[in-house]
């Protein structure tokens, strides 16, 4: 069974850096597409970015477009969401996601998913 354990959330000032770590266990890691997806109070959880199995094709919403990296490290089974010039509008619980089905990466209806970390971005 494929468990992602997210870690790197925090407390960080407007205009200031994060990386969020996503360990990934219980299969093959190479074998699939990894996700970023966060969830503010009060809205709908919304998608960051996505990264297929090879690491040479990443997407990104518009609105961390620039600012926001994802990657992969496949020694180490872990995906990394590197996370610049911070806004209050990023404060949300961010989630890790997972699917070997390539549709299913693309379409944002991933198989598995952590528990989340929180980051919070003060003014």
């Known amino acids: 069974q494929v468990q992602l354990v997210e870690s790197g959330g925090g407390l960080v000032q407007a205009g200031g850096s994060l990386r969020l770590s996503c360990a990934f266990s219980?299969?093959?890691?190479?074998?699939?597409?990894m996700g970023w997806f966060r969830k503010a109070p009060g809205k709908e959880r919304e998608f960051v970015a996505r990264?297929?199995?090879?690491?040479?094709?990443?997407v990104y919403a518009d609105s961390v477009k620039g600012r926001f990296t994802i990657s992969r490290g496949n020694a180490k089974n872990t995906v990394y969401l590197q996370m610049n010039s911070l806004k209050a509008e990023d404060t949300a619980v961010y989630y890790c996601?997972?699917?070997?089905?390539?549709?299913?990466?693309?379409?944002?209806?991933?198989?598995?998913w952590g528990q989340g970390t929180q980051v919070t971005v003060s003014s």
């Open positions: 990264i297929m199995w090879n690491g040479g094709t990443s």
């Open positions: 219980g299969s093959t890691f190479s074998n699939y597409g």
């Open positions: 996601a997972a699917s070997a089905n390539e549709w299913r990466v693309r379409s944002g209806q991933y198989d598995y």
